[in-house]
């Protein structure tokens, strides 16, 4: 039996440098070695070792040795520290973005939606939001029995907008007017007063350029403009006109664009109806009924699968999906459906390529006039004005040429993009006809027989379709 005090003649001791872990290993081995295990806690104590030692792997050292002549084992294991919880921000009201924004489900399971918009307002002095310190952690400790501090959580600081109070102690934010709660860019919480138009936006009213919410109890008419760093809700229909939202905008009605005017939010446009109409969403376009020969575009969805759910005409962009009942019609008007980037990429890189085929004929013609001017030169009958004139075409080559590589790898970042087609789809509840085009990417079908119930999804460098489950 080896004694406590003559077993550093035959073990050693290590520690990690975090002193996260302790290891035991044998310098010397002897076949008839033997200790108790109080003897290697005294030896581990010996050697600064005050927490974690593992009691089963002490045990199993004294009783069978020979186990371990040939390993380096962890003989003791500090407790790591748990980080705190960072603090957060909870609000105390609903946003309208939220759950509140989505279409009225009634009992009896239909979907109204007309009722699109349930605005959340609160009164002056009205608890908005309340902010909750950070966690400090739990220390750990080391194998030496040294504390091991803990990473204290992050503070949330409130992020604070227009019309709002923050209590004397930090903690909490209330509203400083009687109004709308809405988040902006960054986040910042805001209350905006809802401005509100009691019959048309026409010429009684002109045209509005509101910092808050519109509710609009009328038409907006055609030529006429309505601004809005909130949202903007229509309770009639919409016309030629132009209607511009940070947040979202709700249309009762329909819009009947003829071809002009421009409908763009922030966030997501609902409306019952679009003809001959522009309409862009940073995020989803969901229309009840119908898109007839218009041009919509959504940075995420456009939903038009409501009982009549059509799309016919004119062009629809969606980020990710477009989703339609039916799509197309039986005299194969032509119908383009375009998903898998953003649409606002889609359209800059048909602008880029414009754009470079200009600055290669621009550059031919300065390549051109440069070899004649250079001809002239290498026989020595350049006068200063040609010479003057070749400098600065020297000068324009170079610029031109700057201009053609960062055209050229814009292009080519956006064709990459374009590549990211994962999460692209077109989903047909009812019949696709004849005379649609499927854009998925930078790649395209055209649709020549009617198909019903199907997916177009992008697969193995083509665009399949398969039966919707």
């Known amino acids: 039996m080896i004694g406590q005090y003559a077993l550093h003649q035959y073990l050693k001791v290590s520690i990690a ?72 921000v909870v609000l105390s009201v609903q946003l309208e973005e939220e759950e509140s924004r989505r279409p009225m489900e009634m009992e009896n399971g239909q979907v109204d939606y007309k009722e699109i918009v349930r605005l959340s307002n609160v009164r002056k002095g009205q608890l908005i939001a309340e902010q909750y310190p950070p966690d400090p952690g739990v220390p750990g400790l080391n194998v030496l029995g040294e504390e091991v501090p803990a990473k204290p959580g992050k503070n949330a600081p409130f992020r604070v907008g227009k019309n ?107 409306v019952s109806f679009i003809q001959d109409g522009n309409v862009t969403a940073a995020q989803d376009v969901i229309v009840s009924q119908s898109i007839m020969h218009s041009n919509v575009r959504a940075g995420r969805d456009i939903l038009c699968n409501g009982p009549k759910g059509l799309i016919v005409g004119g062009v629809s962009q969606a980020g990710e999906r477009v989703v339609a009942r039916t799509i197309g019609n039986t005299m194969s008007t032509a119908t383009s459906i375009e998903v898998g980037v953003l649409p606002e990429l889609r359209n800059e890189i048909n602008e880029l390529r414009q754009e470079l085929r200009l600055l290669l004929e621009n550059a031919d013609k300065t390549h051109k006039a440069l070899y004649l001017l250079n001809q002239l030169a290498m026989a020595g009958t350049l006068s200063p004005d040609k010479m003057a004139m070749r400098v600065k075409l020297n000068a324009t080559k170079q610029s031109q040429q700057r201009e053609e590589n960062r055209v050229r790898e814009r292009i080519l970042e956006i064709e990459r993009m374009l590549e990211d087609t994962d999460r692209a789809r077109v989903e047909v509840i009812r019949t696709i006809y004849g005379g649609a085009k499927i854009v998925i990417g930078r790649y395209t079908r055209f649709i020549k027989d009617p198909a019903e119930r199907v997916s177009f999804r992008y697969s193995d460098g083509d665009i399949t379709f398969s039966p919707n489950i």
């Open 164 to 270: 709002v109070l923050i209590s004397a102690d930090g903690s909490s934010m209330y509203a400083a007017i009687d109004g709308l709660v809405s988040t902006t860019d960054k986040g910042k919480i805001n209350v905006f007063p809802v401005y509100e138009v009691k019959g048309d936006v026409d010429y009684s009213t002109g045209n509005i350029d509101f910092v808050g919410t519109v509710v609009i109890r009328g038409n907006v008419l055609t030529g006429f403009s309505v601004k809005s760093a909130g949202d903007i809700r229509v309770i009639g229909g919409v016309e030629g006109a132009e209607l511009t939202a940070a947040g979202s905008i709700e249309i009762t009605g329909g819009i009947i664009g003829y071809n002009k005017g421009l409908v763009s939010a922030g966030q997501n446009v609902k």
């Open 17 to 88: 440098d975090d002193k996260s872990v302790a290891y035991l290993e044998f310098i010397k081995r002897e076949e008839d070695f033997a200790c108790p295990a109080e003897d290697v806690y005294d030896f581990l104590k010996d050697h600064g070792i005050r927490h974690g030692i593992q009691q089963e792997t002490v045990d199993r050292f004294a009783g069978h040795p020979d186990e371990f002549f040939f390993s380096k084992v962890p003989i003791a294991l500090g407790t790591p520290p748990q980080n705190g919880e960072d603090g957060r």
